[in-house]
């Protein structure tokens, strides 16, 4: 193990959609210091197919948001060496820049749709590549949020200007190569959804050919902790780092949030209850869907990070409770365990875990009375698809026994993390600072050592939520009329199990989904 100063620091980038944050901790993972700027550059087409960002703004919010954590620290820390800083970005966003890294396009957010004849040509010629296929379903495992076919999206496009190709990049690694003056490898984790193969750890031919992408147009893959460089004297007068400071390869801000929730062992769980559900977990053994809802990423430590992403969530509190009092809701909601409705509260048209159904849509059995049974219904159509999740996960062969956190915007809720260890009928815990920028100081910590090792002794719990006597016996049935309903419309096949299976038995057997 690598010997390092007692009063060392560690850095923490994350990249977001609406903002940027720095994160500043110690080698004890307390945070000394947190800096953010905003970004304001999203341009979105009326219909929502269009979603891009200004990738220079990055660079300037970085540079705010590093300056203002440097200047908020104590004075004793001010001068504290900095050991190392990790980058987290949106997984599936991608742009093209030049020989040094420095952007040229606009950057496609993970969001955006244009690539739908990419996507439409990308899996036909999946399905003519016969059973060469490294699924059983490639065609069907790719899908629009991935970076591939945005990549061939962005590659036709700037052929036509007869500039340069450019080369593809991932939002942390156009910020990497600035802070070290170079064009950068990219990470295992960021790459996952660009088509690079984890397994075999080389980017996926079938699918670069199948995409029409030229490898020459990608970066190189390193591990996530890799050295990158160093901060150079121009980045340090942007960002106020030391130069010389080193840069590590970072990972997703999934992944970040993951490790962030100390969720690092294998049969631990992160729950991340946001504008959408979010579920990653740890696994020894690689967890094949030939379904395509389950991917998994490389563990920094070796092993894998198996998950999933819904299109349920807490955007469907948001989108029909934005001028209620949440709290006053969640106050009268606890008279409704469980409400006389069962909702499917999909945030948009179609799902993609527990299953994957472009054609999927947003449905409800049962009448309510009140606006606060209407939000009862809602949260907890929420936390039963959080259980079909665990169930489906479980089914697949992964390891779902171990603790579970649960982070993201909804944790602000204390009836919803009650609601949710209920529903799960498991305790819930809540860490300390569930930042993915934080999980990036603790990536940013670990060369010389392991993930989990460091997260062992930075990360720590603020609270745990456990279910109360009776209360997971008693939302059963609403959950069992949810998985009902999938059935009946094709979307889940419960043949030979059983709809109320706890999340450590066998699961709803799910119909894929090919195009």
Same mark, same amino acid.
């Given at each position: 193990?690598?010997?390092?100063?007692?009063?060392v620091l560690?850095?923490?980038?994350?990249i977001?959609?609406?903002?940027?944050?720095?994160?500043?901790?110690?080698?004890?993972?307390?945070?000394?210091a947190?800096?953010?700027?905003?970004?304001?550059?999203?341009?979105?087409?009326?219909?929502?197919?269009?979603h891009?960002q200004?990738?220079?703004?990055?660079?300037?919010?970085?540079?705010?948001?590093?300056?203002?954590?440097?200047?908020g620290?104590?004075?004793?820390?001010?001068?504290?060496?900095?050991?190392a800083?990790?980058i987290?970005?949106?997984s599936?966003?991608?742009?093209?820049?030049?020989?040094?890294?420095a952007?040229i396009?606009?950057?496609?957010?993970?969001?955006?749709?244009?690539?739908?004849?990419?996507?439409?040509?990308?899996r036909?010629r999946?399905?003519a590549?016969?059973?060469?296929?490294?699924?059983a379903?490639p065609?069907?495992?790719?899908?629009l949020?991935?970076a591939?076919?945005?990549?061939?999206w962005?590659?036709?496009? !700037?052929?036509?200007t007869?500039?340069?190709?450019?080369?593809?990049?991932?939002?942390?690694d156009?910020?990497a190569?600035?802070?070290?003056?170079h064009?950068?490898?990219?990470?295992?984790?960021?790459a996952?959804?660009?088509?690079?193969?984890?397994?075999?750890?080389?980017?996926?031919p079938?699918?670069?050919?199948?995409?029409?992408?030229d490898?020459?147009?990608?970066?190189?893959?390193?591990?996530?902790?890799t050295?990158?460089?160093?901060?150079t004297?121009a980045?340090?007068?942007?960002t106020g780092?030391?130069?010389?400071?080193?840069v590590v390869?970072?990972?997703?801000?999934?992944c970040?949030?993951q490790?962030?929730?100390?969720?690092?062992?294998?049969?631990?769980w992160?729950?991340v209850?946001g504008?959408?559900?979010?579920?990653?977990?740890v696994s020894a053994?690689?967890?094949?869907?030939?379904?395509?809802?389950?991917?998994?990423?490389?563990h920094?430590?070796?092993?894998?990070l198996?998950?999933?992403?819904?299109?349920?969530?807490?955007?469907?509190v948001?989108?029909?409770f934005?001028d209620?009092?949440?709290?006053?809701l969640?106050?009268e909601?606890?008279?409704f365990?469980?409400?006389?409705?069962?909702?499917?509260p999909?945030?948009?048209?179609?799902?993609?875990?527990?299953?994957?159904?472009?054609?999927?849509?947003?449905?409800?059995?049962?009448?309510?009375?009140?606006?606060?049974?209407?939000?009862?219904?809602?949260?907890?159509?929420?936390?039963y698809?959080?259980?079909?999740?665990?169930?489906?996960?479980?089914?697949?062969g992964?390891?779902?026994?171990?603790?579970?956190?649960?982070?993201?915007g909804?944790?602000?809720?204390?009836?919803?993390?009650?609601?949710?260890?209920?529903?799960?009928?498991?305790?819930?815990?809540?860490?300390?600072?569930p930042?993915?920028a934080?999980g990036?100081?603790?990536?940013?910590?670990a060369?010389g050592?392991?993930v989990?090792?460091?997260?062992?002794?930075?990360?720590?719990r603020?609270?745990?939520?456990?279910?109360?006597?009776g209360?997971?016996e008693?939302?059963?049935?609403?959950?069992? !009329?949810?998985?009902?309903?999938?059935?009946?419309?094709?979307?889940?096949?419960?043949?030979?199990?059983?709809a109320?299976?706890?999340?450590?038995?066998?699961?709803?057997?799910?119909?894929?989904?090919?195009?």
């Amino acid at each position: 193990m690598e010997s390092r100063p007692a009063d060392v620091l560690w850095a923490g980038v994350d990249i977001g959609t609406q903002s940027v944050r720095v994160l500043i901790s110690d080698d004890t993972g307390r945070v000394l210091a947190l800096g953010s700027a905003g970004l304001t550059s999203d341009r979105r087409s009326p219909g929502g197919r269009r979603h891009e960002q200004d990738p220079h703004q990055w660079w300037h919010a970085v540079g705010a948001a590093s300056r203002q954590a440097l200047a908020g620290l104590p004075p004793r820390q001010r001068r504290s060496p900095v050991g190392a800083v990790a980058i987290c970005s949106t997984s599936g966003t991608v742009l093209l820049t030049d020989e040094r890294g420095a952007p040229i396009t606009p950057a496609l957010m993970y969001d955006d749709a244009r690539a739908v004849g990419e996507l439409s040509r990308l899996r036909e010629r999946l399905r003519a590549g016969g059973s060469g296929a490294p699924h059983a379903e490639p065609d069907a495992s790719v899908q629009l949020s991935w970076a591939l076919p945005k990549i061939d999206w962005l590659l036709r496009r !700037q052929a036509t200007t007869g500039r340069c190709p450019g080369y593809v990049a991932h939002s942390a690694d156009v910020v990497a190569a600035a802070l070290v003056g170079h064009r950068v490898p990219t990470d295992s984790s960021h790459a996952l959804k660009s088509g690079y193969d984890v397994v075999e750890e080389r980017w996926d031919p079938q699918l670069l050919d199948a995409a029409g992408v030229d490898a020459g147009r990608l970066p190189s893959v390193v591990p996530p902790g890799t050295r990158l460089g160093t901060v150079t004297a121009a980045s340090s007068a942007h960002t106020g780092l030391p130069a010389g400071t080193p840069v590590v390869a970072g990972m997703t801000d999934g992944c970040a949030a993951q490790i962030a929730a100390g969720a690092l062992s294998p049969g631990s769980w992160n729950s991340v209850l946001g504008t959408t559900l979010v579920l990653k977990g740890v696994s020894a053994a690689l967890i094949d869907d030939p379904a395509g809802a389950v991917y998994s990423h490389r563990h920094p430590d070796g092993g894998w990070l198996p998950g999933g992403a819904s299109n349920v969530g807490a955007g469907a509190v948001a989108e029909e409770f934005a001028d209620d009092d949440l709290d006053v809701l969640a106050a009268e909601a606890r008279r409704f365990e469980p409400a006389g409705a069962v909702v499917y509260p999909l945030t948009a048209r179609g799902e993609r875990f527990p299953f994957v159904r472009p054609d999927a849509t947003r449905f409800e059995l049962g009448t309510t009375t009140t606006r606060a049974e209407r939000y009862a219904a809602v949260v907890q159509g929420v936390a039963y698809v959080e259980r079909l999740c665990f169930e489906r996960l479980g089914g697949l062969g992964a390891d779902v026994s171990g603790d579970v956190t649960i982070t993201g915007g909804a944790t602000r809720s204390a009836y919803w993390n009650q609601l949710r260890a209920d529903v799960l009928g498991r305790p819930l815990a809540l860490p300390r600072t569930p930042e993915p920028a934080f999980g990036m100081a603790v990536l940013a910590s670990a060369p010389g050592t392991t993930v989990a090792a460091r997260a062992a002794t930075m990360v720590a719990r603020r609270a745990v939520v456990e279910p109360r006597a009776g209360s997971h016996e008693r939302l059963t049935a609403g959950y069992e !009329q949810l998985v009902a309903e999938l059935t009946r419309r094709g979307h889940l096949d419960l043949a030979g199990t059983e709809a109320g299976a706890t999340p450590t038995t066998t699961a709803p057997r799910l119909n894929g989904y090919a195009p």
